[in-house]
């Protein structure tokens, strides 16, 4: 099989200051194979592919093509040794032609031989079955023909290797057919293709191989039709099948039957397929899914973050409207994102401001919170959240990840919700801060609050949640509580169902 091989990357490492993002990491690819690469947020995925395609500088290891030892010091030196990506974004000029997007930047401004290049467009987008023709606007095209023009660009760049990095996310069943197809297509020419994607039965219906990154580090390199679905998600998450299996089954959490504060049928936005929710007051209950499977798409509509669609919502029984989000929060309802940096914190601001933000969003710009009011607030939750602070006028970009989640969670706090929604609340902080917002959010349950929480980590969700909402490329595929709260019944289910 070793004169097969197209592309081997050996003991790979990548060093970034504090971290080491890639240890040790070998990748195979073989000729006229479709080879997918999977892990979860972090596992390196990325810097993988940006060392492979020289935006990264590898700190040790060695890259050979067909055999021969190469060094790649840029994308465009990565492109002409073969190595060509095709971008979940869609990086081409929607206002050209097919054909100029085509062949933009190797025309040498020789355009007296445009006829020439839609000649040669055409042949190639017919050699490939593609939908399209050479004259026409490429932002009229599908986004799955958009895809296609961009491999089309590559294929005619003689490309060896082709990674298609999450190709898939913005295409409907038809267009995802379309584009498996050309790939199928690709094989067969003996083209090597990476396939970066979070969609499960996606991979097993079009790879060869899958090669499974975690934290960094190679955890193997299986035979597609040899690994088990449900294998593939604990390999993953990082817990053995084995291993789940002696932690038991999960006692059913003692919840007293109480009223349903928010219900929604049909609910569904910009980024949310429609989808049913129900939670009721003092329950924690939980979204859980691999990255890309829906869970912070599905909380961010409820909150009205993406534009809403559709579907009905009822608060205590009673319908409302929620299309942004000042309407949730003044039902009630606060939302902690996933991105702190982005969607969360405003660094520059200090501890106070921050802390203070969506009060004074909900009582309008109008009634400004008074000086002494503010200072007030912040000391107390300051001391109530245990927050490690000079003091409250300390830019909140200077502290350290867990005590800028604590400012966030203190923002909501303060306005005394009765549905809060927590996503990734304990992404990238220390363990012990980790336990105190667990704690927290048992508190709160306790005393009367509704609680959403998300997190990657399954332990922690089992630890918190007394009922799981359990989704798969975007769509809710099983709802787990009581005994079959556990961790082997999680991934099962994430895995369509496989024993």
Same mark, same amino acid.
């Given at each position: 099989?070793?004169?097969?091989?197209?592309?081997?990357?050996?003991?790979?490492?990548?060093?970034?200051?504090g971290v080491l993002a890639l240890n040790n990491v070998d990748f195979t690819l073989r000729k006229g194979e479709i080879h997918a690469l999977m892990g979860e947020n972090g596992a390196g995925k990325s810097t993988l592919i940006k060392v492979l395609t020289g935006v990264y500088q590898m700190d040790g290891g060695e890259i050979t093509v067909e055999g021969?030892?190469?060094?790649?010091?840029?994308?465009?030196?990565?492109?002409?040794?073969?190595?060509?990506?095709?971008?979940?974004?869609?990086?081409?000029?929607?206002?050209?032609?097919?054909?100029?997007n085509m062949f933009?930047?190797?025309?040498?401004?020789?355009?007296?031989?445009?006829?020439?290049?839609?000649?040669?467009?055409?042949?190639?987008?017919?050699?490939?079955?593609?939908?399209?023709?050479?004259?026409?606007?490429?932002?009229?095209?599908?986004?799955?023909?958009?895809?296609m023009v961009a491999i089309a660009r590559a294929v005619d760049m003689k490309c060896k290797v082709l990674i298609l990095d999450e190709p898939t996310s913005s295409?409907?069943?038809?267009?995802?057919?379309?584009?498996?197809?050309?790939?199928?297509?690709?094989?067969?020419?003996?083209? @090597?293709?990476?396939?970066?994607?979070?969609f499960l039965e996606q991979v097993y219906?079009?790879?060869?191989?899958i090669t499974v990154l975690r934290n960094g580090e190679l955890v193997g390199e299986y035979l597609t039709e040899e690994l088990p679905q449900v294998e593939l998600v604990s390999k993953m998450i990082g817990k053995e099948l084995e291993e789940l299996s002696s932690l038991g089954e999960t006692e059913e959490k003692n919840i007293v039957p109480s009223e349903v504060f928010y219900e929604a049928e049909g609910l569904s936005s910009s980024e949310a397929l429609p989808f049913d929710f129900s939670i009721r007051k003092g329950e924690v209950?939980?979204?859980?899914?691999?990255? @890309?499977?829906?869970?912070?798409?599905?909380?961010?509509?409820?909150?009205?973050?993406?534009?809403?669609? @559709?579907g009905t919502v009822?608060?205590?029984?009673?319908?409302?409207?929620?299309?942004?989000?000042?309407?949730?929060?003044?039902?009630?309802?606060?939302?902690?994102?996933?991105?702190?940096?982005?969607?969360?914190?405003?660094?520059?601001?200090?501890?106070?401001?921050?802390?203070?933000?969506?009060?004074?969003?909900?009582?309008?710009?109008?009634?400004?919170?008074?000086r002494s009011e503010q200072e007030a607030f912040a000391d107390e939750y300051i001391k109530v959240l245990n927050i490690k602070t000079a003091g409250r006028e300390t830019p909140v970009g200077s502290l350290s990840g867990g005590n800028q989640q604590k400012v966030i969670l203190a923002r909501w706090l303060l306005t005394h919700p009765d549905y809060l929604i927590l996503d990734e609340p304990t992404r990238g902080i220390d363990v012990g801060t980790k336990l105190e917002i667990q704690k927290l959010v048992l508190?709160?349950?306790?005393?009367?609050?509704?609680?959403?929480?998300?997190?990657?980590?399954?332990?922690?969700?089992?630890?918190?949640?007394?009922?799981?909402?359990?989704?798969?490329?975007?769509?809710?595929v099983g709802e787990l509580k009581g005994k079959d709260l556990n961790q082997t019944q999680v991934m099962k289910t994430i895995a369509g169902g496989e024993a």
């Open positions: 099989m070793q004169e097969n091989v197209l592309l081997q990357m050996s003991h790979i490492e990548k060093r970034f200051p021969e030892p190469i060094v790649i010091k840029s994308p465009q030196d990565a492109q002409n040794k073969g190595i060509s990506t095709v971008y979940q974004e869609i990086t081409l000029c929607p206002n050209l032609t097919v054909a100029e933009i930047g190797r025309e040498k401004g020789e355009w007296v031989r445009h006829k020439e290049y839609e000649k040669r467009a055409d042949e190639i987008l017919t050699q490939l079955g593609i939908p399209a023709r050479s004259t026409q606007q490429l932002g009229n095209c599908s986004l799955a023909v958009q895809q295409l409907d069943d038809k267009e995802v057919n379309m584009l498996f197809s050309l790939m199928r297509d690709l094989k067969g020419q003996g083209v @090597g293709i990476i396939f970066v994607t979070h219906e079009v790879s060869d191989r209950n939980g979204f859980t899914g691999l990255l @890309g499977s829906g869970r912070s798409e599905s909380v961010r509509a409820i909150f009205g973050a993406d534009k809403v669609n @559709g009822k608060i205590k029984g009673q319908p409302v409207k929620i299309n942004k989000p000042v309407d949730a929060m003044k039902h009630g309802i606060g939302y902690l994102a996933e991105d702190r940096k982005r969607d969360g914190i405003i660094a520059e601001l200090s501890v106070r401001e921050n802390i203070i933000l969506a009060l004074q969003v909900m009582n309008g710009m109008f009634k400004p919170i008074s508190k709160l349950a306790e005393e009367g609050v509704s609680v959403t929480f998300i997190s990657s980590e399954v332990e922690e969700m089992l630890r918190t949640c007394s009922r799981l909402i359990v989704m798969r490329d975007r769509h809710i």
